[in-house]
Structures are given as structure tokens and as C-alpha cells.
Nanobody, 124 residues
Framework: VQLQASGGGLVQTGDSLRLSCVAS????????MGWFRQAPGKEREFVAA?????YYEDSVKGRFTISRDNAKNTVYLQMNNLKPEDTAVYLC?????????????????????WGQGTQVTVSS
């Protein structure tokens, strides 16, 4: 499976962005799709994941929303009220035919395939 992420950019504090991740193969709710982010010099950090359920990292709850359109093989990350600490490369990932638990979905090693990432920069 190939994943193509897009939608990043340079925005100001409080602005919104919507990231998209398109998969090369058909997706379903039994696939877990996740978003992670990685800032320079930092480890890859879980942001959100979706299968039958949705999971969020605490710092983005209430600001970010993950959703999917299986007809378009696409997962989205709507990011509102962006903050400078959200600055990072955002990567999408998928684990096919597996309903990852809340705990497992937070682990990069739980995913089979990764996209190339899209840069999000939030200026103060």
C-alpha cells in the first residue's frame, strides 16, 4: 500500500489546516489509519487514529478531528486552533485488516505502511 499525504503549509497561530492521506488500495473501517508527527530532533509522536473508533493524543483533543472516506481511500486530519507546538512533519500510516486498540494505535511499530509526510509550520 502506498500512502500520499498532502495539505500541509505555513499558517499562523489559531489557523486551521486539513491534511489528507490517500491510499493506493481500497480501505475499510477494519483498517486502522493513523497520523503521527515528527519535529526536528524529536521522536515520532502519535496524533490520532481511526478504525471503528477514533483515538487522539491528549494535546490535540478538541482541536483535531480524524475522519475517513473509504469511497475515496482517504483519511483526513482537520486541525483547528493550531499552535506553534504543532509544527512538525505529519505522516500517515496504515495497518491493514486490523482494529488496533487505543494502546496499540499509538505505537509506530503497529503500522505496516507509511506515507512520506507533509510539513506543517505554525508561526507565533
Amino acid at each position: 500500500v502506498q500512502l500520499q499525504a498532502s495539505g500541509g503549509g505555513l499558517v499562523q497561530t489559531g489557523d486551521s489546516l486539513r491534511l489528507s492521506c490517500v491510499a493506493s488500495e481500497r480501505t475499510s473501517t477494519t483498517d486502522t489509519m493513523g497520523w503521527f508527527r515528527q519535529a526536528p530532533g524529536k521522536e515520532r509522536e502519535f496524533v490520532a487514529a481511526i478504525n471503528w473508533y477514533t483515538y487522539y493524543e491528549d494535546s490535540v483533543k478538541g482541536r483535531f478531528t480524524i475522519s475517513r472516506d473509504n469511497a475515496k481511500n482517504t483519511v483526513y486530519l482537520q486541525m483547528n486552533n493550531l499552535k506553534p507546538e504543532d509544527t512538525a512533519v505529519y505522516l500517515c500510516a496504515t495497518r491493514s485488516q486490523t482494529i488496533l486498540s487505543r494502546t496499540a494505535s499509538r505505537l509506530p511499530e503497529s503500522y505496516d505502511f507509511w506515507g512520506q509526510g507533509t510539513q506543517v509550520t505554525v508561526s507565533s
